[in-house]
């Protein structure tokens, strides 16, 4: 059990707090698999590169990881005023959502359950040094 009162509680934990510019999309209509595909591309990337591959890059969630990131780097420099031409791609990662659960009609009477998966895309940037 956590000492002191609620307060300095409270302080510790977001003394700890991950400071870095980060952007999430939570409910992506794209299946995690699909989506990680686009973000091993992007990882590791500075952003003017990273925005570049996105570009052309040919799958469905590219186009909305790209909002995403473009999303990232204007939370960067508006709220830790950083610079664009110093940032990357520390982190991207798709956690899973939930599935909307549907039904397909089959032959003979029978129904096949259709998933369609949803994820949570997360975009964390860091300044080089």
């Known amino acids: 059990m956590a000492k002191g009162h609620r307060s300095q509680i409270k302080r510790e934990r977001n003394a700890q707090k991950d400071t870095r510019p980060s952007a999430k999309l939570s409910y992506a209509r794209v299946s995690v698999q699909k989506a990680c595909f686009v973000l091993d591309a992007i990882r590791g990337k500075d952003v003017q590169t990273a925005l570049g591959i996105l570009e052309y890059n040919p ?18 420099e508006n709220n830790n005023d950083m610079s664009k031409e110093n940032l990357y791609v520390a982190e991207c990662y798709a956690d899973q959502g939930p599935i909307m659960k549907r039904v397909q009609p089959r032959a003979q009477g029978r129904a096949y359950r259709i998933e369609k998966r949803m994820s949570h895309i997360t975009i964390v940037l860091d300044e080089k040094k």
Do not use: P, Q, T, V
């Not at 799958?59 to 960067?76: D, H, M, P, T, W």
């Open 59 to 76: 799958r469905y969630a590219s186009g909305l990881i790209k909002k995403l990131l473009e999303s990232a780097i204007a939370n960067a």
